[in-house]
């Protein structure tokens, strides 16, 4: 009876908390578990070269490979049947080694125009190159590689399989990163500069002051990403308000450069992410006694040092909570910079969205978007460890 009763009241507890399970489920684990797949697959040239890998069994690799490697790669070539495949195969291979869109092209029309073609040098004479080869066996032997992760930080693998730099000029994935996690560390310096001293005098009022307060804060949230953005398109423009009302008033002769340079999307991204810095402080600090600042100024501290003695201290707690939230949600904004920025104040979003649409390499995307969700939660595990620390003082 016990058990029963048990039983029925976990089946209720599981009931209530389905949806949200179901929801999480299919919106947010299943695309996460597709994207790190994609991130790793690699079956495109294995379904479209299946007897390649093995003729190319214990090859050299420094050699031009054996005649029975070349008529295998030959048959495979021949028993490719949908352009898509091909497509996709001259893609993968590509990428690998620069060249092969047109090595491809021409291979298959040879092999289509002579039935018993067998040697591929007299094709082209890339075939007797052994990285054109090498290229081959790598994507053909496995499904799965490390090829878009490493790629992901400008890294690759040698000849012999070693990790190594990226040629220089091959890729600037690692710049893109690094410019993305400083100008997503701007915006939370500018946001905690403004957000704190806000949240401190919201705090400190009552009644419909605050609820005004509170109200400018929370107005962004309820209009729309774009929107927002637009209106600092407009605004940062040379002719926009505020360079009209500082030439109006004297203080610049000429438009200042607000748009299209990393400034604009620092200001734009700041005033778009300044709520998630302000609630946080907020909630921490209408929870902190009123007569503490007082008190401090009654034993004889100035209020500076008030400030830096008690107040800091005690919401720092809310300063760091609203750090991780505008950092997080900086790093993978897209919108602002596309719209704001110059070329060079790109963030990796815009590098993810033209693997995406633009090249049609879901991988590298996939890969990209792999390292940003790390870099996410290596922050959220250090913002608990501090978390814990300070509960435990």
């Known amino acids: 009876m ?41 079956p495109v040239a294995s379904r479209a070269l299946p007897n390649i890998a093995a003729a190319l069994d214990g090859w050299d690799r420094t050699s031009a490979p054996p005649a029975d490697a070349q008529r295998a790669l030959v048959a495979d070539i021949r028993g490719i049947q949908e352009d898509e495949l091909f497509g996709d195969l001259v893609r993968r291979l590509n990428s690998a080694k620069s060249g092969f869109r047109t090595l491809m092209g021409k291979t298959r029309k040879a092999v289509a125009e002579n039935p018993n073609l067998d040697d591929l040098i007299s094709v082209d004479k890339r075939w007797s190159d052994p990285a054109f080869w090498i290229a081959v066996q790598d994507a053909a032997s496995s499904p799965v590689t490390d090829r878009n992760l490493l790629a992901a930080v400008d890294l690759t693998r040698d000849l012999n399989g070693n990790i190594i ?49 509170l109200g400018a804060v929370l107005l962004p949230l309820w209009t729309s990403l774009l929107v927002r953005t637009a209106a600092w398109y407009i605004i940062l423009q040379d002719n926009g308000l505020i360079n009209l009302t500082l030439q109006a008033i004297g203080l610049t002769e000429g438009p200042l450069p607000l748009i299209f340079n990393r400034l604009g999307v620092v200001i734009a991204m700041t005033h778009v992410l300044l709520p998630f810095m302000v609630l946080p402080i907020f909630s921490v600090l209408i929870g902190i ?105």
């Open 165 to 213: 730099e990226a040629p220089a000029g091959t890729s600037a994935n690692r710049e893109t990163l690094i410019r993305t996690i400083v100008m997503a560390g701007m915006v939370t310096i500018c946001t905690v500069l403004i957000g704190l001293p806000f949240a401190m005098v919201a705090a400190s009022t009552t009644g419909w002051k605050r609820q005004l307060l």
């Open 2 to 42: 016990k058990q029963r009763s048990w039983l029925l009241r976990h089946a209720k507890s599981f009931v209530l908390i389905a949806p949200l399970a179901l929801f999480l489920a299919f919106f947010f684990v299943a695309p996460l578990v597709t994207m790190m797949k994609t991130a790793v697959s690699d």
């Open 289 to 393: 006694p009123k007569n503490l600042m007082p008190a401090a100024a009654s034993l004889g501290a100035s209020p500076v040092r008030s400030f830096l003695s008690v107040l800091l201290p005690l919401s720092l707690r809310g300063v760091v909570s609203g750090s991780l939230l505008v950092f997080m949600s900086a790093l993978g904004y897209y919108i602002t910079p596309a719209l704001i920025g110059g070329a060079k104040d790109q963030m990796i979003s815009a590098v993810i969205a033209y693997y995406a649409t633009g090249a049609a390499n879901w991988g590298m995307a996939g890969a990209l978007g792999i390292v940003l969700l790390t870099a996410t939660i290596i922050l959220y595990v250090v913002y608990l460890r501090l978390s814990s620390e300070e509960a435990k003082a």
